[in-house]
């Protein structure tokens, strides 16, 4: 049963720190999104990719936020440097004919 | 641009009563819409899609939903709830396949034993 992975699932980091979250996206895959759940403002996309292109990163803060896919195995998430306001559950989904496969989530918690 | 609007925040049923989520989307053409499920602590899970064609679509775990173009909305019915369902659930509306999705805030069910 193919699934998302993502690591780590949970990070305590203190505000100024570097974050790198990662995503394998199941095999076959051409399309992998980024996405930042809070209870405030809910599941926001943040980035998606096709094939490995980036398509759209207007959700991401792009002064502190990054969002690559060195090859088609991995997707990667940075934050540098890393607010309180950052804290958040952090989703990596990949997509196939119009269904999105969620992962389990980063928790991540910038004190 | 594209929005929904899922206007209960919480909804309580009973073990074995029916249930219906209400979603309601704001887009031009004939949009793509989908119903997510995510359990306390879990990813989303897809309930079930409707991309064209009847408007009756069938899920998984005995979900369905009706798309209504007069009425913008998608809403997610079953008939017989289980305490398993206890869930937050999403409406999400997408403008083509394999595009990006837009989110609503979601419902969260509670089940009366």
């Known amino acids: 049963d193919a699934r998302v992975t993502q690591t780590p699932r949970h990070k305590v980091t203190e505000m100024g720190q570097e974050v790198t979250m990662r995503c394998q996206p199941i095999?076959?895959?051409?399309?992998v999104f980024w996405y930042r759940q809070t209870m405030m403002q809910g599941l926001e996309l943040l980035a998606y990719?096709?094939?490995?292109?980036?398509?759209?990163d207007s959700g991401m803060p792009k002064d502190r936020f990054s969002a690559e896919m060195p090859d088609a195995t991995l997707a990667t998430l940075k934050i540098q440097p890393s607010e309180p306001r950052d804290s958040a559950v952090y989703f990596c989904?990949?997509?196939?004919?119009?269904?999105?496969?969620f992962g389990p989530g980063t928790r991540l918690l910038v004190l | 641009a594209q929005s929904v609007t899922q206007p209960d925040i919480h909804i309580t049923v009973s073990e074995g009563a029916s249930l219906e989520l209400r979603c309601n989307y704001s887009?031009?053409?004939?949009?793509?819409l989908f119903w997510y499920v995510q359990s306390p602590g879990q990813g989303l899970q897809l309930l079930l899609k409707?991309?064209?064609?009847?408007?009756l679509v069938q899920g998984i775990k005995g979900f369905e939903a009706e798309f209504k173009r007069s009425q913008s909305s998608f809403n997610l019915r079953k008939p017989s709830v289980h305490w398993s369902d206890a869930a937050e659930y999403f409406c999400?509306?997408?403008?083509?396949?394999?595009?990006?999705?837009?989110f609503g805030k979601g419902t969260r069910l509670h089940i009366l034993p």
């Open positions: 989904a990949s997509g196939t004919v119009g269904t999105q496969y």
């Open positions: 990719f096709r094939n490995r292109a980036p398509l759209d």
């Open positions: 409707y991309f064209s064609g009847d408007t």
């Open positions: 999400a509306v997408g403008a083509k396949r394999d595009d990006k999705i837009i």
């Open positions: 095999l076959g895959h051409n399309t």
């Open positions: 887009y031009g053409a004939t949009p793509y």
